[in-house]
């Protein structure tokens, strides 16, 4: 079964608001990464955390740690149609080398 | 920099047959990862090669298999294509055991 898992698996909002995407994990990590894909094209990194993390911002991104819970959150503030894609977050099992394993994403949509 | 390049960016090919897909590496990176998308099994781990020494492996026949040159381009072959073959290849690559993968847009195998 999948490490990670994502919810919602589909989220549709307009533009202007928040966009808020959960993850939630099996094993223990050492980190947790986000990444969107465009359709059909190659994944795109947002953002990473380390288990010693509790939270992490990039531009309109925040992203938060619950490693007593096996979760994380990806918050998309004021969001745009640009950002429509799908999100998925990918976890390291806390194994050596880059082995991540992929949650079946969220596909947000952004309306005008 | 230049990003992550696959070629081809999409083939077609015919039961039994074999394929060979390409990828050159951002350059420094010497980790490069393989991953398979289908929409029934999401995100699918292949396996990892680093320093031209595969470290990692997912749970995939023999068919599939890889290998990396000492310039850290890798290539991976699918040997007895399958319609269950059909998928886009994802190719990632990476500075070293820590942080997240830089994507290549992928190869888009169909399986006739």
């Known amino acids: 079964s999948q490490q990670g898992e994502e919810d919602p698996q ?6 202007g608001e928040n966009a808020t995407m959960n993850c939630s994990y099996k094993t223990s990590i050492n980190n947790l990464q986000w990444y969107r894909q465009n359709s059909g094209r190659g994944l795109v990194h947002l953002i990473l955390i380390r288990s010693n993390e509790r939270e992490k911002h990039s531009g309109r991104l925040r992203v938060t740690l619950d490693t007593s819970k096996k979760s994380s959150s990806l918050l998309i503030t004021a969001s745009r149609a640009a950002d429509t894609a799908s999100y998925f ?24 | 920099k230049a990003g992550v390049t696959q070629t081809p960016r999409y083939l077609i090919k015919t039961r039994g047959q074999q394929v060979t897909l390409s990828c050159s590496p951002i350059s420094g990176h010497r980790s490069v990862s ?34 990396q040159f000492s310039n850290s381009r890798s290539e991976m072959n699918v040997s007895t294509l399958e319609l269950g073959d059909s998928a886009l290849y994802l190719c990632a690559s990476s500075v070293g055991d820590i942080g997240g993968y830089t994507f290549g847009s992928g190869t888009r195998l169909t399986v006739v």
Request: aromatic content about 18%; proline content about 6%; some cysteine.
């Open chain 2, 34 to 67: 393989w991953y398979q998308q289908t929409p029934g099994q999401g995100l699918q781990f292949l396996f990892e090669y680093f320093s031209e020494t595969q470290r990692n492996k997912g749970n995939f026949p023999g068919r599939f298999s890889g290998r």
């Open chain 1, 89 to 112: 977050c990918a976890t390291d099992g806390n194994n050596y080398g880059q082995n991540f394993v992929f949650g079946p994403g969220t596909r947000l949509s952004v309306l005008p």
């Open chain 1, 10 to 15: 589909a989220l549709s909002i307009q533009e």
